[in-house]
Structures are given as C-alpha cells and as structure tokens.
C-alpha cells in the first residue's frame, strides 16, 4: 500500500503548497546572491494548488509571469524550473525562457506570457485547437492572469470570443491588488473584474483566494461545467502578493496595515490550522511536511546549481524549425 | 496552366491547401462572408468570422498554432498589423525560442499593402520591414500571381509563422499559374525576372514591375539591366542578389517602402559587405519617402518610385567611376 494513496487530498494540497512557498523562498535567497530577479507568488499559492488540482493531465494552462506555484502544482520538477530560472541547460526551456516565461509542454504547460495580457491572447487559440480536435479527448484549458491584465483591452476580446466561439476555457484572475508598482484601487472599481466578466455573458465567481478548499471546489465546478457544455467559466481569485512586485524588492510602498491584514490570512497557515482543527494532521506531522519540503528544494537548489550553462554556440538555435526539432 | 488574377491566386491556395491538410483553418474579420465556397466545402468552423478585434485573432491564431492547427488569419490592411503586433512579433516570433524548441508557430498572417486605391495612410503602409526586423518571423511578398499561389501554398505549409503581403496594386492583374495542387515556390528564393549585365536591378511585389519597365527602356538604349525580384524579403536569397551584382557591377534598389532601415538598406549593407570589390558604382536606393501615404493621387503616386527614376539612376551609375563615389551617394 503506497503512503500517498492514505494522504488525504486536503492535506497534499497543503504540501503542494508548502512545497511551492520552500521553492520561491530558496529563489529569494538565491537572489541575494546574485541570481537573476524573479515575480514569486507568495500568498497566492491557494489559488495555484485549487485551480491546478481541479485539472486532469489531459486539460492545457497558460500562465503569466508569476507562473511558479502554477508549475509546482503541476507537478514541475522544482530542480528544472530552479535551473530553468538560473538560466542552465536543464531547465525546461534549456535556459532560454529564464523565470518569466517558462512553458513545459510535457506538462501541458503552453505559452507563458510576461507580456501582460498575452497570456488571454493566446489561450482562445488553444482552447480553439481543444475544440477542433487537436487535444486530448474531454480537455479544457486554464488561463491564469492578474487584475492588471484585465485593464488591457486584450481581456475583453478574449472573452468575447471565447463566449462567441464556445471555448472550453476556464479564465482564471488572481486578484492580488498589486499591478506592479500600482494599487488596483487605483485603476479600476472594486468589483470591475467579476462586473466586466458578467458582462460577456459567461458564467462568474468571486471566491476567497487564500482558502484553498474555496477555490478548489469552485474550480472542480467550474471544469465540470466547461467539460459539460463546452462553454468558458471566469472565476476571479481575491487574494494577495505578500511579497514585493520582483525580488529585491522592499514594499515601501506599501502600507503596512494592509499588508499584515493579509498576512493574518496567509494561505498555507490557514489549511494548516484547519487541517490541525479537523485532526487531518498533527503537529508532528505538520513539521515533517515542512521538513520534507525543505528538503526536496534543497535538492533542487543543488541540481539546478550543478546544471551546466547553455553552449553559446546555441545562442540562434530555435529561432526558426530545424530538422528534428519536433517532439 | 490557366490565366487568373492575383485573387484568384489566393484563392486557390487557401482552398487547395485546406483541402490538403485538414488542420488548415482561415478566420478573419468577414472572411466567411467574402468566400462562400470555402464556407460552403469547408464548413463554418475552418472558415471562421471574428470579431473585429486584429490582436485576439492574431493571438488566437498563435494559440491554436501552438496546439496542433494550423491558422491562416486575413488581418485585411496592413496598418492593422500594429494592432496585431503583440502576438505576431512576441508571441509567435519569440515562443519557440523562449520554450527551447518546444512549440512551434506554423501560422499565416495575410494583409494587404502599398499604394493603387487612394486610400491613405491608415490603410496603405508598406509594414514589411517591420517584420523583417522581428526574430522568428518570416516575410513574403509576392509580384506575380504564379508565385502569389506558390509562396502562399509553402508559408502555409511552413513550421514557421510568415507574415504574407499583398500589394494591393497586383490584386487584378492576372498571370499564368500553374493548376498543378503541388505548385508551392519555396520560401527564400528570389527569381531572376530578366537577364543583364550592366546593372541589377532588385526589388519586390510590385515595383518588380517598375524595374521590368525601366530595363526595357533601358534596353533601348542598349543599356543591359539584370531584375531580381526577391519575392521572400525573409529569410532573403542572399545568393541571387550577390550572384547578380558581381557579374554586373552595378546596384539599383527599388522599394515603395520608405528606405530609412528598410530592405533596401540591407541590401546596400550586403553589397557593401560582401561584394565590395565587385562594385563599379555606388550602391543606389529608390525608395518611397519618409512620410505617411496620402490619399490623393497624385501625391501618391509621387511617393513612388517610377520607372522613369530608375532609368535616370542607372545612366547616372553608368557615368560614374568607381573612383569618385561619394559624389552619389547622397542622392
Ligand atoms: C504589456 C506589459 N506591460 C507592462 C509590463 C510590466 N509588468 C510586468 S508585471 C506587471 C504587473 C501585472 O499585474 P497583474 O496583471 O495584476 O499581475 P501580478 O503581477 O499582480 O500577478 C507589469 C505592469 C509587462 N510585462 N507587459
């Protein structure tokens, strides 16, 4: 009888974002030392292990510059997508794509956009391909964006046409209040993002983004539907970046009432106390989760250090087909 | 062979090669609407109507790329290209790259371009260099309508995203095209349109004409003038151009574009760099201006460069040493 098989679901989604958070905390002191900047997700890791764990291997996601918990919770290898941020050979884009714009096509993992908004330009595209054939049988894809990009106007032409063309989409905001350097407040209402969705005629959520349980079970409900009939969900995440827009990055910007409110709802620490309050898991156990968390980052921080870098002579490789260069 | 026009050219490739492959698809702001037979033989959800919104069509079309199918988008007019840019230039141009290699972009961009309709400078611009400039892209733009259904049977065929322009000025004019479903012109290779030995004279789309016209004056005067037409200004035969140029000497580059980082001055940069010691004269540029396209006729056609231009540049470069060269090259 395998150990995984007894864990229950509620508790591995804690791991998975355990795992997640020990990952973009090791990038973080990483970059003390001098490796490239990176946008972490921390704080939003609920809304990356909800949404992916509601998806089957079958299914396709896009997502954007803060894409790691969204790997993670696919099921990345953290020494790949550590040696892909370091920019080594055996990262999954073989150095080239860096942190911002990692895709993993054995994961199902297409086209990550850092142009902000290109992420919702694409998806339609393969949700179209889904529905022409091209993917496996029942799929549907996921489109991770922030609340920034649903100020581009790119956010309201894609929904349009996945609601004209039927697409078998699940659009998915991670409402996190910060656009870069900008508060949401200052950009947009309150209730512009679900308001704007609703007014394509899709079917809308707004779900707590830091209860992982919330946004799993209206993501489970949202693929359902989309499986169903074919037709896109939106469901906006409301939740919050903890850290700064980049790393280094000292938040001074912020205000610190703010920022503490939120970090009284930290994530992780709320499945932990509820899986604590439900004795899901004790406190031994929660230590050996972190433990083991720890530990599968310490070793990816190793293979990803020990990763050679890529032959400069590769430096135009990819830029055009080349023989054998499709899977 | 049959005789048919440039539209008629397009034409049958599309529905050739959705024919072909059945993971070709068209979409576009009114494109079932303007072509009821390929609705009609290809049913509505491979001949697909978009909104009117350029930069979901051309991010779809990098998407559904992405995934399997392979898009031909009709993004009409040129200058809607800008809207269209992100997707094109970011997405598609730099994804394979940035995934390593492990997704490809075989999608066609179609617009329309240049002078002919008076329709000023929000629908007439010659983009194309823009693209050119863009890594991972590939630019096509044909002269005749043989090539118009050779060029756009390969593009489509490609691994690769391409940028494929049509002139709108060709439109009409009809040629001899062969009927064969295989006819497909490779991408990069350019065409010799006229044998000479005096001078070349390269260009594209639909100064090639202009050229045509400006060697037979030229032969008149007993004057030999060599046309290149590049028909693929990327990947560009680089061969052909240079092949051309040492056996006469003489280089005249004719472009509607405006010359400022255009074709013409990468042509001038590959003749200075790799066949210098071949050049009897200055390299020439005869492009269009730096300014937007009017809309009244005769301004633009004064934006053009005429045949009557490139004649005079090439009896001014037949009277000029190789000894004097700076006295040209402002010109
Ligand atoms: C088109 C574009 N404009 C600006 C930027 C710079 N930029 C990078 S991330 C970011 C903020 C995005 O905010 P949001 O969409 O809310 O996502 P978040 O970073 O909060 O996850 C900005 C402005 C960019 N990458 N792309």
């Excluded at chain 1, 905390?25 to 970059?31: C, M, S």
């Excluded at chain 2, 072909?20 to 494109?31: P, T, Y």
């Amino acid at each position: 009888m395998s150990a995984a098989a007894t864990v229950p679901a509620t508790v591995r989604r804690l791991e998975t974002m355990l795992l997640a958070r020990a990952y973009e905390e090791a990038l973080v002191e990483l970059q003390h030392g001098g490796a490239p900047g990176t946008c972490t997700s921390v704080g939003q890791e609920a809304c990356a292990v909800g949404v992916v764990g509601a998806l089957e291997p079958r299914d396709r996601l896009l997502t954007n510059h803060r894409s790691a918990a969204h790997l993670i919770a696919r099921g990345a290898d953290p020494g790949r997508l550590m040696a892909e941020v370091l920019g080594r050979v055996d990262g999954y884009c073989g150095g080239r794509s860096g942190s911002l714009h990692i895709s993993a096509r054995e994961l199902g993992v297409v086209l990550t956009s850092t142009i902000v908004g290109g992420e919702l330009s694409m998806a339609p595209g393969v949700a179209l391909a889904q529905k022409m054939g091209q993917g496996e049988a029942g799929g549907i894809v996921a489109v991770f964006f922030g609340d920034g990009a649903a100020c581009e106007g790119i956010f309201h032409e894609a929904l349009n046409l996945a609601v004209q063309w039927q697409l078998p989409l699940l659009f998915v905001c991670e409402n996190n209040d910060w656009q870069a350097f900008v508060h949401r407040r200052e950009t947009m209402p309150d209730n512009a993002i679900a308001a704007w969705a609703a007014g394509h005629g899709l079917a809308v959520r707004t779900v707590d983004g830091n209860d992982v349980e919330a946004v799993h079970a209206a993501a489970s409900e949202a693929v359902a539907g989309i499986r169903a009939d074919g037709r896109p969900r939106f469901l906006e995440l409301v939740t919050y970046r903890l850290r700064g827009h980049f790393e280094p990055d000292d938040q001074a910007y912020v205000d610190p009432a703010e920022l503490a409110r939120w970090q009284a709802r930290d994530p992780l620490q709320q499945q932990a106390d509820r899986l604590l309050a439900q004795a899901a898991l004790d406190s031994a156990g929660l230590a050996r989760l972190h433990e083991a968390a720890r530990a599968r980052i310490a070793a990816a921080v190793a293979f990803a250090q020990a990763s050679a870098w890529p032959d400069p002579r590769a430096l135009t490789r990819h830029v055009y087909a080349e023989q054998g260069d499709r899977p | 062979m049959s005789r048919i026009t440039t539209e008629q050219a397009i034409h049958q490739a599309l529905a050739e090669e959705m024919q072909r492959d059945a993971r070709v698809f068209l979409m576009g702001e009114g494109v079932a609407t303007k072509r009821p037979d390929l609705l009609r033989d290809f049913g509505a959800a491979r001949v697909r109507n978009t909104p009117l919104a350029e930069a979901i069509i051309a991010g779809t079309a990098v998407g559904a790329a992405a995934s399997g199918l392979r898009p031909v988008i009709d993004l009409l007019f040129a200058p809607f290209l800008t809207y269209a840019m992100d997707a094109l230039v970011n997405s598609a141009g730099k994804l394979r790259y940035l995934s390593g290699g492990q997704f490809e972009f075989p999608l066609v961009a179609m617009s329309m371009t240049g002078s002919g309709w008076c329709v000023g400078a929000q629908h007439n611009h010659n983009l194309e260099a823009m693209f050119v400039h863009a890594p991972g892209l590939k630019v096509v733009m044909p002269s005749t309508p043989a090539d118009f259904k050779g060029l756009l049977k390969s593009a489509i065929r490609d691994a690769d995203p391409v940028l494929f322009f049509t002139d709108l000025g060709l439109l009409h004019q009809e040629g001899e095209v062969p009927d064969d479903g295989d006819h497909c012109v490779p991408l990069g290779e350019a065409v010799v349109r006229r044998a000479g030995r005096d001078v070349t004279l390269v260009s594209y789309a639909k100064t090639v004409e202009v050229c045509l016209q400006a060697a037979m004056q030229l032969g008149a005067q007993g004057i030999s003038a060599e046309v290149v037409d590049l028909r693929t200004l990327k990947p560009f035969d680089e061969a052909t151009v240079l092949n051309s140029l040492r056996k006469t000497g003489r280089l005249v580059i004719v472009t509607e574009a405006s010359g400022l980082c255009g074709m013409a001055a990468e042509l001038a940069a590959l003749a200075a760099t790799r066949a210098f010691a071949a050049l009897r004269a200055p390299v020439v540029r005869l492009t269009g201006p730096d300014a937007p396209a009017a809309s009244s006729w005769v301004l633009e056609q004064a934006a053009l460069p005429s045949a009557d231009a490139v004649v005079q540049a090439v009896e001014g470069l037949l009277h000029q040493a190789v000894a004097e060269p700076a006295v040209l090259a402002a010109s």
